[in-house]
């Protein structure tokens, strides 16, 4: 098989939560192979300042200020990339958020936010793309960057509601791929879940430690391999489907080491 990302270049690709982590590296590897990225996230300054350092590369990124959680937002942020870039080729369904509290007496203000950005502002994005792909007679290519979360429920304090969201992307992508085939259309959908990654640290000093530790004896992936896992994806050639992708360090830490010690 050959791998290539040539049909993309000078393409539009929208990528959500483009700010910090995952959705940073994947817009910024998206640009280096010369895609037309719109960065969709509501830290504007902080792609702004991705934006400046990928100045000069193959492709470009347009970062707009963008709530996940509110559908307004998301369909100013298409209509922009309809009138001043053109058809959206690829969807990268990035954002996500885990809220801490529970279920036996949860925040119902948590729950909703994290359903709203993780799997209601996804739905949104992916009507959007599609729409305008259909509109455009675009074979184009969506990747919902899902979790291991989203077909294991983890014994972890504080999850609560994070892995029902996931586990509706899990859902949500299969049913897509079934809607899609029954059109008979050749847009692709990947269902993509990373195992621990070393994304943004809190502020917890021993926790950073223990963190850079795991990163440093590579029993956590970086934000950089979901990117290359991105680029492979879209990379088949157009008959060829990559439908799901797990991609997790060989050797990982146990999740007891990520369970705050009580001092």
């Not at 029993?219 to 050639?237: F, G, R, W």
């Amino acid at each position: 098989m050959v791998l290539s990302m040539d049909r993309w270049v000078g393409k539009v690709a929208v990528v959500t939560g483009a700010s910090s982590g995952i959705g940073a590296a994947i817009a910024e590897e998206l640009v280096k192979q010369g895609v037309k990225v719109v960065g969709l996230a509501r830290r504007l300054d902080r792609m702004e300042a991705l934006a400046k350092k990928l100045s000069g590369k193959k492709g470009k990124l347009y970062p707009l200020k963008t709530d996940i959680s509110k559908e307004e937002d998301i369909l100013n942020a298409f209509k922009w990339v309809k009138e001043n870039l053109g058809p959206v080729h690829i969807l990268i369904n990035n954002a996500g958020i885990v809220g801490q509290t529970n279920l036996t007496d949860g925040d119902t203000e948590v729950w909703k936010n994290i359903f709203n950005v993780n799997v209601l502002g996804l739905c949104i994005a992916t009507r959007e793309a599609i729409r305008d792909m259909k509109a455009n007679n675009v074979n184009g290519h969506i990747i919902h960057i899902n979790s291991i979360a989203g077909h294991q429920v983890i014994d972890f304090p504080g999850l609560n509601v994070y892995p029902a969201s996931k586990f509706a992307v899990t859902a949500l992508a299969e049913t897509l791929r079934l809607e899609l085939l029954n059109m008979k259309s050749k847009i692709k959908i990947t269902n993509l879940s990373p195992g621990p990654v070393a994304t943004e640290i809190g502020q917890d000093n021993n926790m950073k430690d223990l963190m850079q530790k795991f990163i440093d004896d590579k029993q956590m992936i970086e934000a950089d391999n979901i990117a290359d896992a991105v680029v492979y994806a879209l990379s088949t050639p157009p008959h060829v489907q990559i439908q799901e992708l797990t991609v997790r360090a060989v050797i990982e830490p146990k999740l007891t080491d990520f369970i705050p010690k009580s001092t």
